[in-house]
């Protein structure tokens, strides 16, 4: 199928390099805003049009993307093993058909991803078009699924739960050429916070130089908006219609209304991180007239006089001399008279 419009790049700026993958019309880089997934996954428990619904939500919360998992019970586990599994996943499945009309219905309004688990699926994806291939923790050391799906040539993000260092590398070694972000993950749901280890990111970083994103499992928003102010620039977040429904993932997902909180919290926290150049605002130029002080005279003193520490006052509002220049006005003589009060001017000084 080709990279289309989904694709990655780097720029040299500053002598520092700069990752850009693109998915779709979306940019996620170090410069570009947060790219938030709504991990709809198989919260639809097998309804078409619940999954929709979880497109709606996704989309009206205001998800870059929302996504979905394309499996059959009988091709995921080994005949005879975990029958209790088997029995929860065969009610979970949608078809291919669904998940064309499913693409179809999200069309320009959110992105539609997929994760596949085997190469039948995976496959199946590129033919429909997906712009990229989300990769869940559990294959990332099925090398030959990797192996495909990097045949295809398109966008990988994938999760990195449940694995070391050693891992991930041995997933990008078959991934070579292929724009990969990586996304921090702790495979329990829900994460107890103390296992979430946020801080990875300065490892990820450095180690493998790939986007480093986050895919939380924990109860709340927080460590979403932590991640951001971290340097996260993926999120993904499973979605419910309702935690109370009956299914694997409900209860570690947010409701509609949570996940619309979460990405106004994640646009709010890249606001408050601002620039890396420490200046002040121009808010806070105006604020600094009336908070800043000066030097003003301690009391009266005539023209020739020769000024001492004890001469000067620092009072708002700054309008003369500013204290930090204090140093330089000592000793200095007065041309004219001055009363208690009034500011210093250097014009006042020989």
């Known amino acids: 199928m080709g990279l289309g419009l989904s694709m990655i790049y780097c720029t040299i700026v500053g002598g520092e390099t700069r990752v850009i993958m693109k998915i779709e019309n979306k940019r996620i880089s170090l410069q570009d805003r947060v790219y938030i997934i709504a991990e709809a996954g198989v919260n639809h428990n097998g309804s078409p049009a619940m999954a929709e619904k979880l497109v709606d939500a996704a989309r009206e919360a205001g998800a870059d993307a929302v996504k979905f998992q394309i499996f059959k019970a009988e091709d995921l586990l080994a005949p005879g093993r975990f029958p209790a599994q088997r029995k929860t996943l065969s009610t979970l499945e949608l078809t291919g058909d669904d998940l064309k009309r499913l693409k179809a219905y999200c069309h320009d309004a959110i992105t539609f991803l997929c994760s596949p688990f085997d190469h039948h ?12 291939f989300k990769v869940g923790s559990g294959e990332i050391t099925n090398l030959p699924l990797l192996k495909t799906i990097a045949s295809f040539r398109k966008p990988v993000i994938l999760s990195t739960g449940m694995s070391g260092l050693r891992e991930i590398e041995g997933a990008l070694a078959v991934l070579p050429g292929v724009p990969v972000a990586l996304l921090h993950c702790t495979t329990d749901y829900p994460a107890r916070y103390e296992d979430l280890h946020l801080n990875v990111i300065h490892t990820l970083k450095p180690a493998f130089g790939k986007i480093v994103g986050y895919s939380d499992h924990s109860p709340g928003v927080e460590a979403p908006l932590a991640a951001t102010a971290l340097g ?11 935690r109370n429904l009956p299914g694997p993932d409900h209860r570690a997902s947010l409701e509609p209304w949570e ?25 806070e130029a105006g604020i600094k007239k009336r908070v800043r002080k000066s030097l003003y005279l301690a009391k009266n003193l005539p023209a020739g006089h020769r000024l001492t520490l004890e001469d000067l006052v620092s009072l708002r509002p700054v309008t003369g001399i ?17 009363s208690k009060g009034q500011p210093l001017y250097w014009h006042d000084l020989e």
């Open 121 to 132: 699926s995976a496959g199946f994806l590129d033919q429909i078009g997906v712009p990229a």
């Open 259 to 283: 996940f619309r909180r979460m990405v106004q919290g994640i646009r709010r926290v890249e606001k408050m991180l601002g620039k890396t150049l420490k200046t002040a605002t121009v808010r």
């Open 232 to 242: 996260y620039k993926i999120i993904e977040k499973h979605l419910t219609l309702d």
């Open 322 to 338: 500013e204290p930090d220049r204090w140093d330089e006005v000592l000793d200095r003589k007065l041309k004219c008279n001055k």
